[in-house]
């Protein structure tokens, strides 16, 4: 069974950091794209980044470049989203998602972890 | 970007009744050299993550019920839910990814009338 469980959301202060990581169990996690969506009430659902199988192509929407960086350890079947200088407007619930390619549906979502940005 | 678009926002339906939900895209997400549509169709339920039902505009995912359809091509879409059941109601959501970023509807709320 795929299952795929993320950890690290919390409350954060404006300018900070915070680290999310999303353990993948059930499947080859090292032959699949993964990628990081959020979810707000306001602004729904949005991708964030995703990354290739062997993390040697990453691609990330306009609003978090160069704050952002998706990563991934395939011997520890995980995958990274290090998020710094946030800012209230990344107050989201956040879902890893596996692709099967970087031009395919997400066909798998973990449960989300909530990451809140305030002080 | 493409900017995908929903209608309508909220939509209340009979039991056994059919549901219908638009999407319409801002560019057209049909692949020339394979014609394929790279649209998707992703149902959430209260406190759960969104979940595949449809890909390729029209290919059911595996388990998904078959009152579900999808249809359309280029730039409108339709899902279709052909008789109501009440474990239907959710958020369904449209998404392309025929270019990065992928992006989704806005979403419609389903609800039973």
């Known amino acids: 069974e795929v299952q795929l469980v993320e950890s690290g959301g919390g409350l954060v202060q404006p300018g900070g950091s915070l680290r999310l990581s999303c353990a993948a169990s059930?499947?080859?996690?090292?032959?699949?794209?993964m990628s990081w969506v959020r979810q707000t009430p306001g602004k729904g659902l949005e991708w964030v980044a995703n990354?290739?199988?062997?993390?040697?192509?990453?691609y990330y929407v306009d609003s978090v470049k160069g704050r952002f960086t998706i990563s991934r350890d395939n011997a520890k079947n995980s995958l990274y989203l290090q998020m710094n200088s946030l800012r209230a407007e990344d107050t989201a619930v956040y879902f890893c998602?596996?692709?099967?390619?970087?031009?395919?549906?997400?066909?798998?979502w973990g449960q989300g972890t909530l990451v809140t940005v305030s002080s | 970007d493409i900017v995908m678009t929903q209608s309508p926002d909220s939509l209340a339906v009979s039991l056994g009744e059919r549901a219908t939900i638009n999407c319409k895209s801002s560019?057209?997400?049909?692949?020339?050299?394979?014609?394929?549509?790279?649209l998707a169709w992703y149902q959430q339920k209260p406190g759960q993550p969104p979940k595949l039902l449809i890909y390729?505009?029209?290919t059911r995912e595996s388990g998904v019920p078959d009152r579900f359809s999808g249809s359309g091509s280029g730039t409108d879409f339709t899902l279709t839910i052909s008789s109501l059941q009440a474990e239907d109601v959710a958020v369904y959501y449209c998404?392309?990814?025929?270019?990065?970023?992928?992006?989704f509807g806005q979403g419609t709320r389903l609800e039973i009338k």
């Open positions: 998602a596996r692709d099967s390619g970087r031009y395919d549906p997400f066909d798998y």
């Open positions: 059930g499947f080859t996690f090292s032959s699949y794209w």
């Open positions: 990354i290739k199988q062997d993390g040697g192509e990453k």
């Open positions: 560019r057209s997400v049909l692949y020339s050299s394979n014609n394929k549509n790279y």
């Open positions: 390729w505009a029209s």
């Open positions: 998404q392309q990814y025929y270019s990065t970023p992928p992006t």
